[in-house]
């Protein structure tokens, strides 16, 4: 139960990581920070863009904190996890991983077909899944 906070907004002066998906938000950047106390605890924790307006709305649960699943139980909703080469619907068993800061790769459980999502990490910008790529060996 959050118990008494704020809520602003900042430009980033360092690194901080995303309370969501644990992105290193890039300095300079615009974040929300809360800072306040949560479940009896001083926390301080910074929200991306991109998991304030798609993540946090829908998977956080403020009355059971934050577990850091939140992104990924997104993406699982979401169709970014539907391959298209073997429509495979078995969404959960996809496995994902970061390949750089606005990239995720996406392996199909069931062909092994790859494909990249691009997620942003500013609210306002569209994400965008990228067939065909390129094998990084
Ligand atoms: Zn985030
Ligand atoms: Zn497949």
């Known amino acids: 139960m959050s118990d008494f906070g704020n809520y602003k907004y ?5 690194i901080h990581h995303c309370v969501y998906c644990n992105r290193a938000i890039p300095i300079g950047t615009m974040a929300r920070n809360f800072s306040g106390i949560w479940e009896g605890d001083w926390q301080n924790w910074y929200t991306c863009g991109f998991c304030e307006k798609e993540v946090e709305p829908n998977y956080a649960e403020p009355s059971d904190g934050i577990s850091g699943d939140e992104f990924s139980n997104w993406l699982y909703e979401s169709d970014y996890v539907i391959c298209k080469k073997c ?3 078995r969404r959960y068993s996809a496995e994902w991983d970061w390949i750089d800061i606005t990239h995720i790769k996406v392996t199909c459980g069931d062909c092994w077909h790859e494909w990249i999502v691009e997620i942003p990490i500013d609210g306002d910008a569209a994400i965008k899944a990228i067939e065909g790529v390129k094998n990084d060996a």
């Open 10 to 14: 900042v430009k980033t002066r360092k």
């Open 87 to 89: 429509n495979g619907n």
